[in-house]
């Protein structure tokens, strides 16, 4: 796609995202309740995954662009934040990872729509630590036999096969001792034990296996290489998340604005308050600053110099910049903010998952931390 349809496609995505962001939305009504720091080899390979995205029918957007899509959807609740989306099904970047027989196998039927899939690696004691996981694979002669429990799983329920990660040297963790296996479903061991209904309305499974025996032509690469193929899709995902942060930051802020110029009281605009005009100056700040800091690094990824601490930062700063943003526009619109018929309260919740998933802030701090103190040593 040239760089003149490129800006046509965004401009007319953004018209369109704006128009829904303007029309009310039953979404809502219908949710369920309430490493080295140098290391560019994981750059490499997901640069060259882009690239077989476009030559399996994509459009061969750049990051760039596909955070700048993802910014102006989170500005609206009509359409989905997770899920298959609107642009077809979601290949995480360990599929296009797969060798040719495994790609006539899974990968092809799922850009047909002929398969669905699930990525299986949260456990209940390893989530943000995939070293402390419990879930092992012992190879077998031709086979690997696998036992553990999986948990928040989202879509195992309709998936045809998941791609599981499991321990193979439970003592090397997640340095070398993590592999990743396409599982079918249907194969015997393998059952569907919960399911639990989150705040954003998703439903995750907990999946079982016992006993599952899987063939070595289902291994994903090399024993040893599973969290090298999740890492690369966390990364890419880091970037969409804090997209739709800024998007959701973008619509509160313009609600905040248009609302507290039309709210009168106690005979004066809400917009004359000085803690709201505090509110709205550093919001728009952080908003502008938000953007710059998540454009540039789209752009480093997409020339080649992006290194992980970039993903690290957007990843803090614009989904809590996102979840501020939501929190005070409830605040601003008092009752009127918790009304299901407004997109607030769902805007609320989503962004406070995203402080969450992919990985807590929390995490994306200690681990900024420490390719900070690499770069002065």
């Not at 080295?36 to 490499?44: E, S």
Request: net charge positive; with cysteine; hydrophobic share 40%.
């Amino acid at each position: 796609m040239s760089f003149a349809n490129r800006r046509s496609f965004i401009t007319i995505l953004s018209s369109v995202a704006g128009s829904l962001a303007l029309r009310p939305s039953r979404v809502a009504a219908q949710s369920a309740a309430p490493s080295g720091a140098f290391d560019m080899t994981w750059l490499d390979q997901m640069r060259g995954q882009h690239k077989q995205l476009y030559d399996l029918g994509g459009q061969d957007l750049s990051l760039l662009a596909l955070a700048v899509i993802n910014e102006q959807l989170a500005r609206t609740i009509a359409l989905p934040p997770r899920g298959p989306g609107i642009f077809g099904p979601e290949v995480r970047s360990i599929l296009l990872s797969l060798n040719p027989e495994q790609k006539d196998r899974y990968l092809h039927p799922v850009l047909r729509g002929e398969k669905a899939t699930a990525f299986a690696q949260t456990e209940p004691d390893a989530g943000s630590d995939p070293g402390g996981m419990r879930t092992t694979a012992v190879r077998q002669g031709d086979r690997y036999v696998i036992n553990g429990t999986k948990r928040f799983i989202s879509h195992a329920k309709g998936a045809d096969f998941l791609q599981l990660v499991a321990a193979t040297d439970p003592k090397k963790g997640s340095r070398g001792g993590l592999t990743v296996f396409l599982v079918d479903m249907d194969t015997p061991g393998v059952s569907i034990a919960g399911r639990t209904v989150h705040m954003m309305g998703d439903v995750t499974y907990e999946v079982m296996l016992e006993n599952v025996e899987v063939p070595v032509e289902n291994r994903i690469g090399n024993e040893g290489d599973g969290m090298k193929a999740a890492q690369t899709w966390i990364n890419t995902n880091r970037v969409n998340q804090a997209a739709r942060g800024l998007g959701v930051a973008a619509r509160c802020l313009e609600m905040i604005a248009s609302y507290a110029q039309q709210r009168v009281t106690f005979g004066r605009p809400l917009a004359s308050r000085q803690a709201v005009q505090v509110a709205v100056a550093d919001l728009y700040t952080r908003l502008q600053a938000g953007q710059l800091l998540t454009y540039r690094t789209a752009c480093k990824f997409d020339n080649g110099t992006l290194q992980r601490h970039d993903t690290f930062m957007i990843k803090v700063f614009c989904t809590e910049l996102g979840f501020e943003a939501a929190d005070r526009c409830m605040q601003f619109h008092g009752g009127l903010g918790t009304a299901m018929e407004m997109p607030i309260e769902r805007m609320w919740r989503e962004s406070r998952s995203f402080m969450i998933t992919g990985g807590p802030v929390e995490i994306m701090r200690a681990s900024l931390a420490r390719e900070i103190f690499a770069l002065y040593q």
